[in-house]
């Protein structure tokens, strides 16, 4: 393994804020256009998009090996990826949607025979045309990558560079047309500051502690480590100063109070700094618990979308749509039965089926909800038996009396 450049820190900052463009050519990428597990083609590509070192003679920046293998958060947070550079002026955030063409599928750290490092990403193609330019034309094609990162100026090797010590933010990443004044492989090409405009920032009020933890856990894991670090030094201090006192003031006479005293300070810090850890742990648990809550409704609402949808549609008549039936369309769940899954949609289908059956004559013989018949009712229509069902199955309120007798007051209007 090649041993890590040796840098002679200079007092100087970086002048240009360590704006910075990145070109990857990708006649070096791998390709898999093997079917994927929905049995479609992967159309995946796997490139170089940040590596440890030298950039070009021109713009004399380095890349340091903590800067490479710290960008890792900056590059799952852009990952989407689309066509030609940014128009002048515009921020990234104003991307139009129909220029989004590929996507981040991962990323990781890969040892190069230098031993140097080096960023490697694996980019889902979604666009067809630009897939068959990745197999027709990679030489015409490049990566870019354009952000900003801070550092300072150093000599390394004897040499003076822009040395990138860490990669802050990445304002766009885009296929484009492959710079004719770059070289081909893995050669990286810098932009001046002035030519990128700056992605708008993002409004930090609208941060939350849920977003905080989602995107950027290595950022919470270290303000938990500082409030631990505050606490512990204060508690080692009181604890040192205890110790102290132990010897200056054994022989004095309010020894004993003094060493209660420190003992009650230190026992203070101890539950002030359990109590800071325990809010803490408590605030993320409950941010947790939120974002879970969230999730189950949103599922539940579009359950119950689906089932409202599928009985709107079928042939249930508006008696057979009770609460009972109702109640157990909307507790289905997705089950397994053995090696197949078997979804809500073909689950309320089959209820809404059962349910035809037994509340319309479709089927055969209506049926009657077992019992015994009204009086003459082996002579009962159809529709009578309908009744007798709807009434004793479903609670209908119309009795087979109220339907007779509404019959005869029916055709006593159309006789009149």
Known sequence: MAKAALLKPSKNKLADQGAFTLFFSLTEATRDDSNGADGKPKHEIVLTALQEGRGNERDRRYYTREAVIGAEGVFK????????????????????????????????????????????????????????????????????????????????????????????????????????????????????????????????????????????????????????????????????????????????????????????????????????????????????????????KDRLREKKALVDAKIKESKLAPEAKTERFLARCYAIVERKAGDKTVTVAEQVDAEIAEQLKLTTSEFGTVRTGGG??????????EDEQQVVFNHRMLHNPLTLEAYREQKKKDAAARTA
Not at 185 to 211: C, Y
Not at 278 to 284: A, C, I, N, P, S
Not at 372 to 381: M, V, Y
């Open 372 to 381: 015994n018949l009204p009086a003459g009712g082996d002579n009962l229509t």
């Open 77 to 296: 947070a852009r990952k989407k990826l689309f066509v030609n550079h940014l128009e002048e002026g515009k921020a990234a955030s104003s991307e139009d949607l129909r220029n989004w063409c590929a996507t981040l599928k991962e990323t990781w750290i890969e040892e190069l025979p230098t031993g140097k490092v080096a960023r490697k990403v694996r980019l889902k193609i979604h666009e067809e045309w630009l897939w068959t330019r990745c197999l027709e034309a990679p030489e015409e094609i490049a990566l870019s990558i354009e952000g900003s990162g801070a550092g300072k100026e150093a000599v390394i090797e004897g040499q003076t560079f822009m040395v990138i010590e860490k990669i802050w933010s990445l304002n766009a990443t885009k296929f484009v047309t492959y710079p004719g004044n770059a070289k081909m492989g893995a050669d990286l090409v810098e932009s001046a500051t002035e030519e990128f405009p700056e992605e708008t920032p993002m409004d930090l009020k609208a941060l939350t502690e849920a977003l905080l933890k989602e995107h950027r856990p290595d950022l919470v894991a270290a303000i938990v480590a500082g409030v631990e670090a505050s606490y512990k030094l204060k508690l080692e201090e009181a604890q040192k100063k205890a110790s102290l006192a132990e010897a200056a003031v054994a022989a004095a006479p309010n020894a004993a109070a003094f060493t209660a005293a420190v003992a009650a300070e230190v026992k203070s810090v101890r539950e002030s700094f359990n109590g800071a850890l325990d809010e803490m742990k408590k605030q993320l648990s409950e941010a947790d618990r939120k974002l879970d809550a969230a999730e189950v």
